[in-house]
């Protein structure tokens, strides 16, 4: 029968009975290798699959390279095996930015704290001092490049500040067994008066409701207060002689010992956390006041001249300010967020420098 149809399955066996010959003739592909495999790219050739051919090292580059090798080789055994050496970081000398003459303020050499305060409430930053020869407080305002001042009459020299909130501060009276409560800002305004048993030398803000207070009558004492003024505990006196001033940080109280001459650190307790007592020529001298910032605690040795940096447990840090940096009997110290440290010292002045 004429014109028969091929199945297509003899049509696919016949295609390839044609084509087995040039199959016979070609080489077996090679097993591809794991570097090889799809998904995976070999690291001798390049993206679009060409191998890439070994350069050919000429006579001159493999002396060169052996040459290198020796001399490493060489540099290695002479080296030493020492850890590298770490960098040194030295700080700054502070800077006098400032001197602020228009302030009222204490005599220098006085018993008392001559301290000073700098707070700062929309904007506007109020730098006070107590005045021992007027017996009040001043104000310097500094807002918007404008200055002007305000005076609060007290009757007798307060000692020392603290913040008790954003605008209230409080103040121990040396003369008399009292602690004065003022507001700030716009103006300077008495709130109140509370009577106390002692006449406390530095008081300092301890926790909501209750005040620290450093005294130095008879063998001297440090008490917590409510803010009535009551005495809720005494500190044990067997570790300190002469509690001159007083400062509080993350709940423990800093004090500055005027006999021992040396900064001591207890907790709200009582208990002592540390003492530190410089020797030799670094010995204090005088008066210390004390007060803490950014992780540090400061203390200003009035006949030492210099103000020395702590840190938080009691480990010698620096002498942030000494006599070359012009300073003379420093009394009141305080730091302000921007780092600037305000001395008050000689003859009423006011000297601002910027820490490191």
Request: hydrophobic share 30%.
């Amino acid at each position: 029968m004429s014109g028969r149809r091929t199945s297509s399955r003899l049509r696919v066996l016949r295609s390839s009975l044609l084509k087995s010959p040039q199959k016979s003739s070609e080489k077996t592909p090679a097993k591809p290798t794991p570097y090889s495999r799809p998904g995976r790219k070999c690291a001798s050739k390049d993206p679009e699959g060409k191998t890439k051919s070994k350069p050919i090292e000429t006579n001159e580059q493999k002396t060169s390279k052996s040459t290198s090798k020796g001399n490493d080789k060489q540099s290695r055994q002479a080296l030493p095996d020492v850890p590298p050496i770490q960098p040194t970081t030295v700080p700054e000398r502070s800077q006098l930015i400032e001197i602020i003459e228009n302030t009222p303020g204490c005599r220098c050499g006085s018993l008392l704290i001559m301290d000073i305060l700098v707070m700062t409430l929309e904007g506007a930053t109020a730098i006070l001092t107590s005045d021992r020869d007027n017996e009040s407080v001043n104000a310097l305002y500094r807002e918007g490049g404008e200055e002007r001042t305000s005076t609060l009459p007290t009757s007798q020299c307060l000692t020392n500040f603290t913040i008790i909130e954003d605008n209230l501060v409080a103040a121990g009276v040396w003369c008399q067994f009292k602690i004065v409560f003022f507001k700030v800002f716009p103006d300077l305004d008495l709130q109140r008066t509370i009577d106390t048993k002692m006449r406390y030398s530095s008081i300092a803000f301890l926790s909501p409701g209750t005040l620290v207070g450093g005294h130095v009558m008879g063998s001297g004492g440090v008490d917590v207060l409510d803010m009535s003024g009551n005495i809720l505990r005494t500190f044990d006196g067997r570790h300190y002689s002469g509690p001159y001033s007083v400062c509080t940080y993350n709940g423990n109280c800093i004090v500055g010992d005027a006999k021992n001459l040396a900064i001591m650190c207890f907790n709200d307790r009582g208990d002592l956390l540390f003492t530190f007592k410089p020797r030799a020529n670094k010995k204090f001298v005088g008066f210390l006041t004390v007060t803490s910032h950014g992780g540090y605690i400061y203390a200003s040795d009035r006949e030492g001249q210099r103000v020395v940096q702590l840190t938080s447990d009691g480990k010698y840090v620096r002498d942030v300010l000494t006599r070359e940096d012009g300073i003379k009997e420093p009394q009141g110290i305080c730091i302000t967020d921007d780092n600037l440290l305000y001395v008050s010292v000689l003859n009423s002045y006011i000297r601002v420098y910027r820490i490191g």
